[in-house]
C-alpha cells in the first residue's frame, strides 16, 4: 500500500528544490541521489553541454526480479524542470485536500508529481518485494525549454520495449495516445524604408506586407487534427520611417503529415503572394520541432496502460491531445510511449494544485503498470 505521508513529505521536498528550466544542477543531484539510495545504477548524459541546461538527462535501471527477465522492459518517464516562476516554492496542503505554494510562485507538480510517484513505487517494489521485470527510469531536463533535453538524448541509451510518460494534465485515467507533430516557423519580410512624410511612395512598408499576409493565412483551429497561431510579430521605429523589416515567429502543429505540409503551404503561400503584390522580399522557413505519434487502442502499450488504470479502480479514457510532450520525442526515437494523467491542475501559473490523493493514485498506476507487463 502506497505509504500517503511519505509521499507527500517527498513530493513537497522535490518541489522545494528550485529547478526552473535551464537551471536544473540541483535538482538533478537530488534525483540522483534518490534513485541510488534506492539501489538502481544512474547515470547522467552529456546534454548539459550540448544544450545549455544545467544538467543532463538521468536514467536510472532496475533490473527484473530474478526470473522476470524476459519480462517487456518498461520505461517511465518524467521531467525535472519547471517553468517560472519556480523558485522558492513555498507548499501547503490545504483542508480542501489540494496541494499548492503560497501563489507567489508555481507549485511545480508538473512534472514533479510523476517523479514522486516513481520514487514511491520503487520504495513499495523493496519493501514488499513486489515482483516486475526490467525498468527502465529517464528523467528529463529541459522539457520547458522545448522538449530540448529529450531531443539531446541518444536513442541507444533508450532501453524501453513500452514507454509511460507520467505528463498530462486531466483526470488520472486518462491516456494521450496521439499527439501532433509541430513545426516551427520563422518569417522575414523586407520592404524599403523613405521618408513617411516626404516620400512615403518610394518606402515599401514591411509591416504592410505582412499584416496583409497574415490576414490571409488559415490560422487557428484548422480541423481536428490541425493548428496554427502567430505567435509574435516584430519590427518598425520611428513614425516618419516606412518600415523595412518585420519578422514573424509561427507554429503548426497536426497529427497527419499531409495535413500539416498543406498548411505550411498555405502559410507559405499568403506571404509570398503578399510580398509580390507590393514588391517586397519574404522568406519563410519551417522545421519540425517534435514528431507526432498515434496508437490504436488495441496497441500493446496502450492495453497495458488500459489494464493498469482498471486494475486500480480507475476509468481508463483514451484521447487525443493537440500538445507536445517528452512521449513524442521517445517515439520518434523508437519506444513507443503514451502520456498518462497525473491529476494536476492550472499548470504553468501560480494556481497550480494536485490533491494529494491523486499522488497517491499515480503511484498505485505505477505500480499496477509493472505488475500488468508481467502478463505480456
Same mark, same amino acid.
Given at each position: 500500500?502506497?505509504?500517503?505521508?511519505?509521499? *507527500?513529505?517527498?513530493?513537497?521536498?522535490?518541489?522545494?528544490?528550485?529547478?526552473?528550466?535551464?537551471?536544473?544542477?540541483?535538482?538533478?543531484?537530488?534525483?540522483?541521489?534518490?534513485?541510488?539510495?534506492?539501489?538502481?545504477?544512474?547515470?547522467?548524459?552529456?546534454?548539459?553541454?550540448?544544450?545549455?541546461?544545467?544538467?543532463?538527462?538521468?536514467?536510472?535501471?532496475?533490473?527484473?526480479?530474478?526470473?522476470?527477465?524476459?519480462?517487456?522492459?518498461?520505461?517511465?518517464?518524467?521531467?525535472?524542470?519547471?517553468?517560472?516562476?519556480?523558485?522558492?516554492?513555498?507548499?501547503?496542503?490545504?483542508?480542501?485536500?489540494?496541494? /499548492?505554494?503560497?501563489?507567489?510562485?508555481?507549485?511545480?507538480?508538473?512534472?514533479?508529481?510523476? #517523479?514522486?510517484?516513481?520514487?514511491?513505487?520503487?520504495?513499495?517494489?523493496?519493501?514488499?518485494? *513486489?515482483?516486475?521485470?526490467?525498468?527502465?527510469?529517464?528523467?528529463?531536463?529541459?522539457?520547458?525549454?522545448?522538449? *530540448?533535453?529529450?531531443?539531446?538524448?541518444?536513442?541507444?541509451?533508450?532501453?524501453?520495449?513500452?514507454?509511460?510518460?507520467?505528463?498530462?494534465?486531466?483526470?488520472?485515467?486518462?491516456?494521450?495516445?496521439?499527439?501532433?507533430?509541430?513545426?516551427?516557423?520563422?518569417?522575414?519580410?523586407?520592404?524599403?524604408?523613405?521618408?513617411?512624410?516626404?516620400?512615403?511612395?518610394?518606402?515599401? +512598408?514591411? #509591416?504592410?506586407?505582412?499584416?496583409?499576409?497574415?490576414? /490571409?493565412?488559415?490560422?487557428?483551429?484548422?480541423?481536428?487534427?490541425?493548428?496554427?497561431? #502567430?505567435? /509574435?510579430?516584430?519590427?518598425?521605429?520611428?513614425?516618419?520611417?516606412?518600415?523595412?523589416?518585420?519578422?514573424?515567429?509561427?507554429?503548426?502543429?497536426? *497529427?497527419?503529415?499531409?495535413?500539416?505540409?498543406?498548411?505550411?503551404?498555405?502559410?507559405?503561400?499568403?506571404?509570398?503572394?503578399?510580398?509580390?503584390?507590393?514588391?517586397?522580399?519574404?522568406?519563410?522557413?519551417?522545421? #519540425?520541432?517534435?514528431? +507526432?505519434?498515434?496508437?490504436?487502442?488495441?496497441?500493446?502499450?496502450?492495453?497495458?496502460?488500459?489494464?493498469?488504470?482498471?486494475?486500480?479502480?480507475?476509468?481508463?479514457?483514451?484521447?487525443?491531445?493537440?500538445?507536445?510532450?517528452?512521449?513524442?520525442?521517445?517515439?520518434?526515437?523508437?519506444?513507443?510511449?503514451?502520456?498518462?494523467?497525473?491529476?494536476?491542475?492550472?499548470?504553468?501559473?501560480?494556481?497550480?494544485?494536485?490533491?494529494?490523493?491523486?499522488?497517491?493514485?499515480?503511484?498505485?498506476?505505477?505500480?499496477?503498470?509493472?505488475?500488468? +507487463?508481467?502478463?505480456?
Amino acid at each position: 500500500m502506497v505509504q500517503r505521508e511519505r509521499l *507527500i513529505a517527498e513530493f513537497m521536498e522535490l518541489v522545494q528544490v528550485d529547478s526552473e528550466t535551464r537551471f536544473e544542477q540541483e535538482i538533478s543531484k537530488v534525483l540522483f541521489k534518490k534513485f541510488s539510495e534506492l539501489g538502481l545504477e544512474v547515470t547522467e548524459d552529456d546534454a548539459a553541454q550540448r544544450t545549455g541546461h544545467g544538467a543532463g538527462n538521468l536514467f536510472a535501471w532496475l533490473p527484473a526480479t530474478p526470473g522476470r527477465e524476459n519480462a517487456p522492459t518498461l520505461l517511465f518517464t518524467s521531467h525535472m524542470d519547471t517553468v517560472v516562476p519556480g523558485k522558492g516554492i513555498k507548499p501547503r496542503l490545504d483542508e480542501d485536500g489540494y496541494i /499548492r505554494s503560497d501563489g507567489t510562485t508555481i507549485l511545480g507538480s508538473d512534472d514533479k508529481a510523476g #517523479i514522486a510517484a516513481m520514487l514511491e513505487a520503487l520504495r513499495l517494489i523493496d519493501e514488499q518485494g *513486489i515482483e516486475h521485470g526490467p525498468v527502465q527510469f529517464v528523467i528529463t531536463v529541459g522539457e520547458e525549454s522545448g522538449l *530540448i533535453g529529450a531531443l539531446a538524448i541518444d536513442a541507444s541509451k533508450l532501453r524501453g520495449q513500452y514507454g509511460f510518460a507520467l505528463d498530462s494534465s486531466g483526470v488520472i485515467g486518462d491516456i494521450a495516445i496521439a499527439a501532433p507533430t509541430q513545426a516551427k516557423i520563422k518569417m522575414t519580410v523586407r520592404g524599403r524604408s523613405a521618408h513617411a512624410g516626404v516620400n512615403p511612395e518610394d518606402g515599401i +512598408s514591411a #509591416i504592410e506586407v505582412a499584416s496583409r499576409a497574415v490576414a /490571409r493565412m488559415p490560422l487557428g483551429r484548422i480541423d481536428k487534427e490541425t493548428t496554427a497561431n #502567430i505567435g /509574435r510579430i516584430e519590427g518598425g521605429g520611428p513614425t516618419n520611417v516606412v518600415c523595412d523589416l518585420v519578422t514573424l515567429d509561427a507554429e503548426a502543429r497536426s *497529427i497527419s503529415q499531409e495535413k500539416l505540409d498543406r498548411q505550411l503551404a498555405a502559410m507559405k503561400e499568403a506571404l509570398e503572394s503578399a510580398a509580390s503584390e507590393l514588391g517586397a522580399e519574404a522568406e519563410f522557413h519551417s522545421r #519540425i520541432a517534435y514528431p +507526432s505519434f498515434g496508437f490504436q487502442e488495441d496497441d500493446e502499450v496502450v492495453q497495458i496502460a488500459k489494464a493498469a488504470i482498471a486494475s486500480v479502480g480507475l476509468t481508463p479514457r483514451p484521447f487525443v491531445t493537440g500538445g507536445g510532450s517528452d512521449a513524442n520525442v521517445f517515439n520518434g526515437k523508437g519506444v513507443p510511449t503514451v502520456n498518462l494523467a497525473v491529476g494536476y491542475k492550472d499548470i504553468h501559473t501560480t494556481k497550480e494544485r494536485i490533491k494529494a490523493d491523486d499522488l497517491v493514485k499515480v503511484a498505485e498506476l505505477v505500480l499496477a503498470i509493472v505488475r500488468e +507487463s508481467l502478463n505480456k
